[in-house]
């Protein structure tokens, strides 16, 4: 095995390793507590939450930051426990740290599991929000979870993302630079230059 070819395959090994981590950052790991976009009504009973902003951002989802706030915004919530469906479930969301109310919709069951809420201007200015989900038991019990989400930072892709995207544009253009002789051939001429001046 020459040289090159342990390079190739080390980094392709590394790009590998990277994109397996990443791919698992959402959630994925049984047991453990790593989807951040999720409440817990009851110890181990859960609600997971997916904000979108279709007009602005149609291809992303969002969890704890919205990048806009005046553009539709639709909030997903999905049971992660099949007996909610039989329960009626409140939803608020609050300005904070006013608690003004920007967001209501009264307790009612929801037998698909899934539930999206629709603001269809999105939430009134940039700032820290408070999403309400009150559970009503049969006994006349709420039982009461809160998750905050900022919104207007006006940025789709965190730094994180914008890294990956880098890293796998360097590779592929590392690819090409092997495999393709009239491109090396360019770009060995550019880093000469360089070089001499």
Partial sequence: MNTKSILRKSFIALLGMLFSASLLAHGGAAGTDTDQCKFELEPEHWIHYTAYQPNAYPAEDFCANLPNTDTLTLLVFDYQDVRYRSRAV?????????????????????????????????????GKYLIHITLLQGNGER??????????????????????????????????????AGFKKKVDEILANIKKA
């Fill in 143 to 180: 039982l009461d979870a809160h998750m905050g989400f900022t919104a207007g930072s006006g940025q789709s892709s965190s730094m994180k993302d914008l890294f990956m995207y880098s890293l796998f544009l360097f590779a592929g253009l590392y690819v090409l630079y092997l495999s393709h």
């Fill in 90 to 126: 409140e939803f608020e969301i609050t300005k904070e740290p006013e608690g003004t109310r920007v967001f209501f919709q009264a307790a009612k069951k929801h037998k698909t599991g899934s539930v999206q809420l629709k603001l269809p201007n999105g939430v009134p200015e940039a």
